[in-house]
């Protein structure tokens, strides 16, 4: 059995889609989901507004869920010790609506293994699925980089496009019970 920490935004939560889902109903303007390829988070739109978007209370409760990580995440809960760690300290409303979110969405998983922190480092885990190469790049297990867009140029971790690529990984049988 293996411990497995796991990321919320832009890897179980689709952040990217309701950031630009957000903003056009906020701002009227439509951005082009390729315009935030290999661009920093927040850098495709006007200076501070994705930042001001993210402090807006009820943004964190109302994300996406990833397609298929509600299931690859349950069928890897059976197999291992699944952690779900956050850095959400940034965003004060965040805590409280990440989770009440994990809460409505991956009901499987026990407060006991929900971790909001501000710095990564502290996970110790034996796989890390992440977006973020300066969560990866401290980690001492296995980092599985997940793709998001700020993360296409990135070469120095084992890349999981998606939640099926993740299952592929871990050889998981996700197929549903019939």
């Known amino acids: 059995m293996a411990r497995i920490a796991i990321d ?3 890897v179980m939560a689709d952040l990217t889609q309701h950031l630009l889902d957000v903003y056009e109903q906020q701002y009227g303007v439509s951005i082009d989901p390729a315009a935030l390829d290999n661009v920093p988070e927040g850098g495709a739109f006007p200076e501070g507004v994705a930042y001001k978007i993210l402090q ?9 869920v ?5 299931e690859v995440i349950k069928a890897l809960s059976e197999q291992h010790e699944i952690f779900v ?6 965003f004060p409303h965040s ?3 990440k989770l009440a979110w994990l809460n409505e969405h991956f009901p499987f998983i ?11 480092t502290i996970v110790e885990a034996d796989y890390m699925i992440d977006d973020h190469d300066k969560n990866l ?19 120095d971790y084992r890349r999981v496009n998606n939640w099926k690529e993740v299952a592929e990984y871990f050889a998981l049988d996700t197929a549903p019970v019939v």
């Open 8 to 10: 919320m935004d832009n």
């Open 56 to 64: 807006t209370p009820g943004f964190f409760r109302g994300i996406p």
């Open 66 to 70: 990833m397609k298929d990580s509600q």
């Open 85 to 90: 760690v956050s850095a959400a300290m940034e």
């Open 95 to 97: 805590l409280t609506e």
């Open 110 to 120: 026990s407060w006991r293994n929900i971790v909001f922190c501000g710095a990564k």
């Open 137 to 155: 790049s401290t980690f001492k297990g296995k980092p599985l980089l997940f793709t998001a867009p700020h993360n296409l140029l990135l070469t």
